[in-house]
C-alpha cells in the first residue's frame, strides 16, 4: 500500500535510440507525481510534475505520461544522449509534499 | 544563482558518536526536508520543516533529530551513531506542496 514500483530495474541502451521507462504506484489519495533525473554522485533533479488533470508532460527530449485510472506512469526519453545515463525516480506526492513516496528508480546507460 | 549546499560530502564516524550534517538553501524556501538513501530502495524521509521553529518527524526519524533557527539552514543531527545510519542523506528545498524539490548533492555517512 501506498507504494511505488519502477520498471525495469536496469536498462542499457544506445546512443540515439529511444526508450520508456514505467511507474506504477498504489499511493492515495493522488496529490501529483513527478519524474526525477540522478546523475551519480549529485542529487535528483526535477524533470516534470503532473497532476491529476494532465496526461502528457515534456520536457524537450523527456515526455511523461500519466494514466490515474490504472495508477501508472511512464518517462519516454527520444533520441538518447550519452548524458542522459542517469537513475530516473518516479515519486509519487500523497496529499501534501511531506508524504512523498519515492520509487527505487531506474538505471539507464546510453552507450555509444 | 540559488542552491542548497550540504557539508560535508563523505564522513566517516565511529559508532556511538554524535554527528552533525549541515543543509544550507539560498533558495528563501520554507520547506526544507531530509532524506536518506540506500541501495535497492526509494529515498525515505527522516524530517522535514516548514518554517522557522517548525520540525516534524518523517518516517524514518529514529535516532535523528534536527532543529530550525533560521530559514536557510536545517542541521541534522545522529545522536549515537549506528552502523544501520551508514547511508547517503540528501537534504532537499521547496516552496511549496505543488512544486519541485531542489536537492543538494548530498553526504555519504559511513558508520564503523
Known amino acids: 500500500k501506498n507504494q511505488v514500483e519502477q520498471s525495469p530495474q536496469s536498462l542499457i541502451i544506445l546512443e540515439g535510440k529511444n526508450c520508456t521507462l514505467q511507474?506504477?504506484?498504489?499511493?492515495?489519495?493522488?496529490?501529483?507525481l513527478r519524474w526525477y533525473k540522478q546523475d551519480t554522485g549529485r542529487g535528483p533533479v526535477s524533470l516534470t510534475i503532473?497532476?491529476?488533470?494532465?496526461n502528457t508532460k515534456s520536457n524537450g527530449r523527456y515526455t511523461a505520461t500519466l494514466d490515474a485510472d490504472t495508477k501508472q506512469s511512464s518517462l519516454h526519453i527520444t533520441a538518447s544522449q550519452l548524458s542522459d545515463s542517469a537513475s530516473y525516480i518516479c515519486?509519487?506526492?500523497?496529499?501534501?509534499?511531506?508524504?512523498?513516496?519515492f520509487g527505487a528508480g531506474t538505471r539507464l546507460t546510453v552507450k555509444p | 544563482d540559488a542552491e542548497i549546499t550540504q557539508s560535508p560530502r563523505h564522513k566517516i564516524t565511529e559508532t556511538g558518536r554524535q554527528v552533525t550534517l549541515a543543509c544550507h538553501q539560498t533558495?528563501?524556501?520554507?520547506?526544507m526536508f531530509w532524506y536518506r538513501q540506500d541501495l535497492g530502495h526509494g529515498l525515505r524521509l527522516i524530517h522535514y520543516?516548514?518554517?522557522?521553529?517548525?520540525?516534524n518527524k518523517g518516517e524514518v526519524s529514529d535516532g535523528y533529530s534536527v532543529s530550525r533557527s533560521n530559514t536557510e539552514d536545517l542541521p541534522l543531527t545522529l545522536e549515537s551513531a549506528a552502523s544501520s545510519q551508514t547511508s547517503v542523506y540528501f537534504c532537499?528545498?521547496?516552496?511549496?506542496?505543488?512544486?519541485?524539490?531542489?536537492f543538494g548533492n548530498g553526504t555519504r555517512l559511513t558508520v564503523t
Open positions: 532537499a528545498s521547496s516552496v511549496g506542496p505543488d512544486s519541485p524539490l531542489h
Open positions: 511507474c506504477n504506484y498504489t499511493v492515495s489519495p493522488f496529490s501529483n
Open positions: 503532473m497532476t491529476f488533470s494532465e
Open positions: 515519486v509519487v506526492a500523497r496529499g501534501s509534499n511531506n508524504d512523498m513516496r
Open positions: 533558495w528563501n524556501h520554507n520547506n
Open positions: 520543516s516548514y518554517g522557522v521553529q517548525d520540525t
